[in-house]
């Protein structure tokens, strides 16, 4: 962070005296006005609910340009990392932010995959669960509970147990989450195997069954694999901000990525692909592609609190640049499976084009995002609806680490800690009480 030649003059009608605020300038994108002595200076704070127009850090991890429809991992495009690399390469950058070359690529896989297995005891555990429990509350518990079970990695201000922390978490969440799998379907969980690749080891925990041979689909596994690099982060969005909040008072950093699957949860956030295709599939339902005219005419109205959903994200004006890949693997996926006519891709094809064509989504800057191809793909592969967050939580796991870990190195981070204007009522007595 550096100053830049420029500074900002917050001014009062009233006539208290004027301050001036350093400005700070990133590599790229706006420079930011530091308000840090705001309060100490003017006895104000600033008012921004939801963070509109609000740096909470500094960071080098992931940038995007909203208004280009642009997203850098480590300042790589996301479009060359989902072609040229493989889900643990991104996570590798996302985590030492370099790209790995061979040896260091060798390792990292090898220590990932001598991870993937979770302490026998988590099935006892999960047993506690109903077996129609949504997925997304298994995994809330499971991920928090890590932490009663590697006691040994749970020092967040320990270099060495953040790392190991990291590792754990990357290659037992696919174990995780097919384990919930299995267990709301009743069938025995399945272990990992380490010759397989990320992806295609977790194709074979969902869908293998002991009793025979699993072979992965290299299709499958490549769209699965590509599902994993889209999500795995997303700079300062609701949960890695909840998980840096979390990790701010320096919790273990099993409970904190907990914290981050509990937000993901929300049908604004990674429940967005599940809200999508049950969308989809009730406009199916209803009449399909001949209904889409009337759905659209709702959406538009806003007393009737219907939202075209996988459309619309903060900060992307433009098309999101991850839709156009998910919707490449969406093609492939479908050709694959001989799914080339699925009536809920056309319906999402013909939602799309509507949409980029009518005013109110035009006015407004609406596209599709990422979640309103990937339901698509992950029901032609299998996964049932109310697990898709849950695979999102898997890839997005790595974002989450990232965040954490470098938040924690950085000598200017303290525990998050909102201010607030206050509007209830002032002090007051409870009748009888003395004064
Ligand atoms: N359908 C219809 N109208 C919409 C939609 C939508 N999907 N999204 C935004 N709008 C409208 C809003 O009603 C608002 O209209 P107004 O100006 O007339 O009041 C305008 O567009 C701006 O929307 P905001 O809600 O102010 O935008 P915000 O940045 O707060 O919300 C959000 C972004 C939450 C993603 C929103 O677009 C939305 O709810 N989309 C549907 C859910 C979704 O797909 N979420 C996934 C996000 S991506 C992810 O988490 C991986």
């Known amino acids: 962070m550096k100053l830049v030649d420029n500074k900002a003059t917050l001014t009062f009608s009233n006539g208290s005296p004027s301050v001036d605020l350093p400005v700070y300038g990133g590599s790229i994108g706006p420079d930011v006005i530091d308000i840090r002595k705001l309060y100490a200076q003017t006895g104000m704070f600033t008012y921004d609910p939801g963070f509109l127009s609000t740096a909470s850090c500094q960071s080098a991890i992931t940038y995007i340009d909203g208004d280009k429809g642009e997203l850098l991992y480590r300042g790589y495009p996301i479009e060359q990392l989902a072609t040229h690399c493989d889900y643990l390469d991104v996570c590798y950058l996302l985590l030492n932010g370099e790209l790995p070359d061979d040896k260091q690529r060798g390792d990292f896989h090898k220590l990932v995959t001598n991870h993937t297995m979770v302490n026998e005891q988590m099935q006892f555990f999960l047993r506690g669960f109903r077996r129609d429990a949504h997925p997304m509350a298994v995994l809330t518990g499971l991920v928090g509970g890590l932490s009663a079970f590697y006691h040994d990695s749970t020092d967040i201000n320990n270099p060495q147990h953040r790392e190991i922390a990291a590792i754990r978490l990357i290659a037992k969440m696919p174990t995780l989450v097919s384990m919930a799998y299995k267990y709301g379907i009743g069938q025995p969980y399945m272990y990992p195997r380490n010759e397989l690749s990320y992806a295609g080891n ?32 997303h700079e300062q969005n609701a949960s890695t901000s909840t998980v840096r909040l979390c990790g701010s008072s320096g919790t273990n950093p099993f409970a904190a990525i907990a914290a981050g699957v509990a937000c993901l949860w929300g049908p604004a956030h990674g429940g967005a692909n599940e809200a999508c295709l049950n969308m989809l599939e009730d406009i199916q339902r209803n009449g399909g592609v001949a209904k889409v005219g009337e759905f659209m005419e709702k959406v538009k109205d806003k007393n009737s609190g219907v939202k075209l959903m996988g459309f619309g994200h903060r900060v992307y004006k433009n098309y999101d640049p991850r839709a156009k890949l998910m919707q490449e693997t969406c093609n492939e996926v479908l050709e694959e499976l001989g799914l080339g006519n699925d009536p809920l891709f056309k319906l999402a094809k013909e939602l799309e084009k509507i949409a980029l064509e009518d005013d109110y989504f035009v006015q407004r800057k609406l596209y599709p995002n990422v979640d309103f191809y990937s339901g698509i793909v992950q029901r032609a592969i299998g996964i049932p609806v109310n697990l898709f967050t849950g695979i999102f939580a898997l890839a997005r796991t790595v974002g989450w680490i990232a965040q954490l870990n470098e938040m924690i190195s950085d000598p200017e981070y303290k525990i998050g800690r909102p201010r607030q204007l206050f509007t209830g009522s002032p002090r007051r007595d409870v009748p009888g009480a003395k004064k």
């Open 202 to 233: 977790f194709l074979r925990m969902m869908f293998g069954v002991p009793c025979e041979d699993y072979k992965v689909n290299p299709v499958l596994e490549r769209a699965l694999d590509r599902i994993f690099i889209l999500h795995a982060d």
